[in-house]
């Protein structure tokens, strides 16, 4: 990755007009999880074979709750395959959906009942991890003068709107002007400042009371589109995603059938435009998803 010096970075933008708005808006806990045979567990059952999972309600409750209560249809959720008319309905959730989004060395996603990633059931829920337990207040956003690699930065464009604006507008900044008057300030908080703070700065929230795990191959997390936005779309890891962690809520491990989430994982997908990207050219199904003892 091309070096990117942070001060000259800073200098730019405070001569620019006015600042850029944001593009878009560690160690594991030493203690392991509980027993496996004191966790819950749910089958996944695919037009592809099966899949066994083992749910973490020590790290997210919550999260378990709501995911077993969709599979089984123990509790109410809109059905939004009909834009027109929405309807509560109660049967379980999961049945016939399809894995929309599957991604070679990365996940597998499923839980959309639009088959395109823009569905859910109806509502919205908290995120639940500990930053803390994940070792993100340990780990600082800059490291000899290079923004840390989980923040995926590619550039001065990436740094600029992605590390630099959200950063500055926390801070009450909202002008160039006012950027001048406070650049040490400001410098002094991006090179202090720890992967904890900053993705609070994003909006996320954490709790120390959970027993959190890292994204890693086989790990079950929520998909969302920002902090707080979690609802009934879920990914299963192939590979080993650490940039994820403190942004999506991990709650489960695959069990048993890990050779189908690897089968799964390397189906053809679409990539063609105004088609959903990562879309397998044949459905791969969800035929239901339920509990097991």
């Given at each position: 990755?091309?070096?990117?010096?942070?001060?000259?970075?800073?200098?730019?933008?405070?001569?620019?007009?006015?600042?850029?708005?944001?593009?878009?808006?560690?160690?594991?806990?030493?203690?392991?999880?509980?027993?496996?045979?004191?966790?819950?567990?749910?089958?996944?059952?695919?037009?592809?074979?099966?899949?066994?999972?083992?749910?973490?309600?020590?790290?997210?409750?919550?999260?378990?709750?709501?995911?077993?209560?969709?599979?089984?249809?123990?509790?109410?959720?809109?059905?939004?395959?009909?834009?027109?008319?929405?309807?509560?309905?109660?049967?379980?959730?999961?049945?016939?959906?399809?894995?929309?989004?599957?991604?070679?060395?990365?996940?597998?996603?499923?839980?959309?009942?639009?088959?395109?990633?823009?569905?859910?059931?109806?509502?919205?829920?908290?995120?639940?991890?500990?930053?803390?337990?994940?070792?993100?207040?340990?780990?600082?956003?800059?490291?000899?003068?290079?923004?840390?690699?989980?923040?995926?930065?590619?550039?001065?464009?990436?740094?600029?709107?992605?590390?630099?604006?959200?950063?500055?507008?926390?801070?009450?900044?909202?002008?160039?002007?006012?950027?001048?008057?406070?650049?040490?300030?400001?410098?002094?908080?991006?090179?202090?400042m720890t992967l904890k703070e900053f993705y609070e700065v994003l909006g996320f929230r954490y709790s120390t009371k959970l027993r959190?795990?890292?994204?890693?191959?086989?790990?079950?997390?929520?998909?969302?589109?920002?902090?707080?936005?979690?609802?009934?779309?879920f990914f299963i890891n192939v590979g080993d995603p650490v940039y994820l962690t403190g942004k999506h809520t991990?709650?489960?491990?695959?069990?048993?059938?890990?050779?189908?989430?690897?089968?799964?994982?390397?189906?053809?997908?679409?990539?063609?435009?105004?088609?959903?990207?990562?879309?397998?050219?044949?459905?791969?199904?969800?035929?239901?998803?339920?509990?097991?003892?």
């Amino acid at each position: 990755m091309r070096r990117i010096l942070l001060p000259l970075v800073l200098l730019a933008l405070a001569t620019a007009p006015a600042l850029r708005a944001e593009a878009k808006g560690a160690e594991a806990p030493k203690k392991g999880p509980a027993k496996a045979a004191a966790a819950p567990r749910a089958l996944i059952k695919t037009s592809m074979g099966d899949i066994e999972v083992e749910l973490w309600p020590d790290a997210a409750p919550k999260t378990v709750e709501v995911f077993l209560g969709l599979a089984e249809g123990k509790g109410t959720f809109t059905d939004v395959r009909n834009p027109k008319q929405k309807v509560t309905l109660t049967k379980p959730f999961y049945d016939g959906l399809t894995f929309h989004r599957v991604i070679q060395g990365f996940m597998l996603q499923g839980g959309c009942p639009r088959a395109n990633g823009s569905g859910d059931a109806g509502f919205k829920f908290a995120d639940e991890m500990n930053a803390v337990g994940l070792g993100l207040d340990k780990l600082k956003i800059v490291n000899n003068n290079q923004p840390h690699p989980w923040l995926n930065v590619r550039s001065q464009q990436d740094l600029n709107q992605r590390i630099i604006a959200p950063i500055v507008r926390s801070m009450g900044i909202t002008s160039a002007e006012q950027f001048r008057a406070r650049q040490a300030e400001i410098n002094k908080k991006i090179f202090s400042m720890t992967l904890k703070e900053f993705y609070e700065v994003l909006g996320f929230r954490y709790s120390t009371k959970l027993r959190s795990r890292k994204p890693t191959r086989g790990t079950l997390a929520l998909a969302n589109a920002g902090p707080n936005t979690n609802g009934s779309q879920f990914f299963i890891n192939v590979g080993d995603p650490v940039y994820l962690t403190g942004k999506h809520t991990v709650f489960g491990r695959v069990v048993k059938g890990m050779d189908v989430v690897d089968k799964i994982a390397g189906v053809k997908t679409t990539g063609q435009r105004g088609k959903p990207p990562f879309k397998p050219l044949e459905p791969v199904t969800i035929i239901s998803i339920r509990a097991v003892k």
